[in-house]
């Protein structure tokens, strides 16, 4: 029973991880790519990006410790 918790305690970290790669690349890197090369809206309001960069990487970072604390259900 453990062997099959444990997979699924993985499976469950992993996602959270997943989640957390998403949110940066979605919040972070593409509205930084499109300021930079001056694509869509962004490229009015600079501050905006940075504000909203912030905010994907604190959620990033959430969701990334999540995982990580998800994995401390973990059996022996």
């Known amino acids: 029973m453990s062997l099959i918790h444990n997979e699924r305690v993985k499976l469950l970290a992993l996602a959270f991880n997943t989640a957390a790669t998403s949110a940066f690349t979605v919040g972070v890197l593409a509205p930084v790519a499109a ?6 809206p962004s490229r009015e309001a600079p501050r905006t990006v940075v504000i909203g960069a912030l905010l994907w990487i604190g959620a990033s970072v959430v969701l990334h410790l999540a995982g990580r604390r998800v994995l401390g259900w973990l059996k022996p």
Do not use: R, S, V
Request: avoid cysteine.
């Open 35 to 40: 300021t930079f090369y001056d694509l869509g």
